[in-house]
């Protein structure tokens, strides 16, 4: 598809050299990566009927086009951190694979932040390319901008992120630094480098309405190069005559956009994203051996002991009872936000770790999904309504079972769904329906999963309105981190306790 | 935040995806049977995709 920002001009000025006298014509290709998260090698998204993705196979598909014709490598932000790829040597493989790639620019992502600024600095002093984010304030290895000839033509790119970085991470990996609106940024650098560039590109990280949004606010910008929002923009999109490109997300597309620029002006362009499918590229073979070493580098560290239990912990059974690998879990969750106890779905738990060494593999079986703690305030009635969800699908052996920390209480597997649980009690005594406590719990709850829909619901209920005699104090969210998978604070817990042993039993119990 | 599926409000927490978004919605077994999700200009978003004040997401 093709589509001009000066469209009576496209095909007299793409395919004529200019007369004697009159502007150079300059052609130029960005080819862009965004949201990689470490997704290294081909997958099966859900609902796909093929694998997709692989990063050896982008790059063999970039590595074809760049000759073409003048090309930028860009990548849109949130390149270091997602996959267990990636976590496990904390963004190393990627800035590793970005190197050989001989990326141009890459702008930081708000999950660049999730390792904290020690690792995100060293991450930045390994990258043979500039890492962007003028709208960041107190991290000086970011560079505002940067500016780059590209076949006769001076192209300065502008790197903004998602200004909303400090509530989609933990407050501490962003200490000390301050997120400005990237309208302001923009418009500021847009003005400083007026003299300096002919072509003024936007590498963002903050999604595509803010991205429309800026394009509209903001005139000068030609090319919004953006990610985030992990869009698959098949077309680019035009806002005014500002090109706005999105390339999907987890390597399963490379962008190209095409370029004829005129006086400063883009005069033609041409967007599309070609799909990454293993079965019909050709993988760099460089890029190759770097995956390949750090999937070797990965099982590695998963075979590192983290610690050692003194008991089998008991993943098995944590859709029927109690257990005291789901005691373990909700300790770890009710720990780590401050809250007064803990709730998770026993369906969280996939496997039991027998007791002996536990390697950081152990952890991850038992614990695979990418779920992170959120603490929400609950009234004491709302708790009980989440345990009676809990224990209302006994028969068929339910995830949504509870494993609990900071409570105990007992119910009647012969009661009728809804009304099985009796007594519940909270440090000793009695739980109040009118109180409020602060409930732990993973983000797979919190959104309703497992029909914990009172969890859920509780968000669409501000604390205002919990109740006329239970006014919740402040806001319902009292604490997220989605920086942490709960499997790595729980591998966290094993190497500062070194040894565990954790009791079954005394915290959910039946009764007739 | 306040986000739409299927024109349906939702209230979800800062830093939640997509994913959350038709979890809560009772939409996310629609995905695995193949139906993808689009916002609301129509191009497909991933489920990883970060939510935004006001986002219109539609499952089809």
């Known amino acids: 598809m093709k589509r001009g920002v000066l469209l009576p001009l496209i095909l007299s000025l793409v395919f004529l050299s200019p007369a004697p006298g009159q502007a150079r014509q300059e052609s130029l290709r960005f080819l862009h990566v965004n949201d990689f998260h470490g997704f290294a090698e081909p997958h099966r998204p859900a609902g796909a009927s093929e694998p997709l993705g692989g990063i050896a196979y982008l790059a063999g598909i970039a590595e074809r086009l760049r000759p073409e014709k003048p090309t930028l490598l860009l990548a849109a932000g949130d390149m270091l951190q997602g996959h267990?790829?990636?976590?496990?040597?904390?963004?190393?493989?990627?800035?590793?694979?970005?190197?050989?790639?001989?990326?141009?620019?890459?702008?930081?992502?708000n999950h660049e932040f999730d390792f904290g600024q020690e690792v995100l600095k060293k991450r930045l002093a390994e990258a043979r390319f500039p890492v962007l984010g003028a709208n960041v304030v107190g991290l000086p290895a970011l560079r505002p901008y940067v500016v780059k000839t590209v076949g006769g033509l001076r192209v300065a790119v502008i790197g903004v992120v998602t200004p909303d970085t400090p509530v989609t991470t933990h407050p501490h990996n962003v200490a000390g630094l301050k997120f400005l609106p990237p309208e302001d940024t923009v418009r500021r650098f847009l003005k400083e480098l007026r003299e300096e560039a002919d072509l003024f590109v936007v590498l963002s990280h903050q999604g595509l309405p803010a991205d429309r949004l800026l394009a509209e606010k903001v005139p000068g910008i030609d090319v919004i190069v953006g990610g985030h929002s992990h869009t698959k923009i098949d077309t680019p999109v035009v806002v005014g005559n500002t090109i706005i490109v999105q390339a999907w997300e987890h390597a399963k597309a490379l962008g190209v956009l095409d370029l004829i620029v005129q006086d400063g002006k883009v005069v033609w362009f041409n967007g599309y994203l070609k799909e990454i499918k293993p079965a019909f590229w050709t993988?760099?073979?460089?890029?190759s051996k770097i995956v390949a070493r750090y999937v070797r580098e990965a099982d590695a560290r998963l075979r590192q002991v983290v610690g050692e239990t003194l008991v089998d912990l008991d993943g098995d059974h944590v859709r029927q009872r109690e257990t005291n690998l789901g005691d373990l879990v909700a300790d770890v969750l009710k720990e780590a936000a401050g809250a007064d106890l803990a709730l998770i779905n026993g369906g969280s738990i996939r496997a039991g770790i027998s007791r002996g060494k536990v390697r950081l593999k152990e952890l991850y079986d038992a614990l695979p999904f990418d779920n992170y703690v959120v603490a929400l305030r609950l009234t004491g009635q709302e708790v009980r309504q989440a345990l009676e969800h809990g224990v209302s699908g006994l028969e068929e052996n339910a995830g949504r079972f509870p494993q609990v920390s900071g409570l105990t209480f007992t119910y009647s597997r012969s009661a009728e769904a809804g009304d099985r649980v009796r007594e519940v009690t909270i440090r000793g005594r009695p739980l109040d329906p009118?109180?409020?406590?602060?409930?732990?719990?993973?983000?797979?709850?919190?959104?309703?999963?497992?029909?914990y829909s009172i969890l859920a619901e509780a968000l669409e209920n501000p604390g205002e309105s919990a109740g006329p005699e239970a006014r919740l104090q402040g806001p319902r969210l009292a604490y997220s981190d989605p920086s942490r998978w709960l499997r790595d604070l729980v591998a966290d817990y094993f190497k500062a306790h070194k040894k565990v042993a954790p009791p079954a039993g005394g915290r959910i119990k039946e009764v007739d | 935040?306040?986000?739409?599926?299927?024109?349906?409000?939702?209230?979800?927490?800062?830093?939640?995806?997509?994913?959350?978004?038709?979890?809560?919605?009772?939409?996310?077994?629609?995905?695995?049977?193949?139906?993808?999700?689009?916002?609301?200009?129509?191009?497909?978003?991933?489920?990883?995709?970060?939510?935004?004040?006001?986002?219109?997401?539609y499952v089809r």
């Open chain 1, 84 to 109: 267990n790829w990636a976590n496990l040597t904390r963004g190393k493989g990627v800035v590793e694979l970005m190197n050989a790639m001989k990326f141009d620019a890459m702008v930081v992502g």
């Open chain 1, 283 to 287: 993988a760099d073979r460089q890029v």
């Open chain 1, 434 to 451: 009118q109180g409020h406590y602060l409930v732990a719990t993973n983000d797979f709850l919190a959104a309703g999963g497992d029909g």
């Open chain 2, 1 to 57: 935040m306040r986000v739409y599926v299927n024109d349906r409000p939702l209230e979800l927490l800062p830093g939640m995806r997509v994913e959350h978004a038709l979890l809560k919605a009772g939409l996310l077994a629609a995905i695995q049977g193949g139906q993808k999700v689009y916002d609301e200009w129509g191009h497909e978003v991933g489920l990883d995709g970060a939510l935004t004040v006001d986002l219109k997401l």
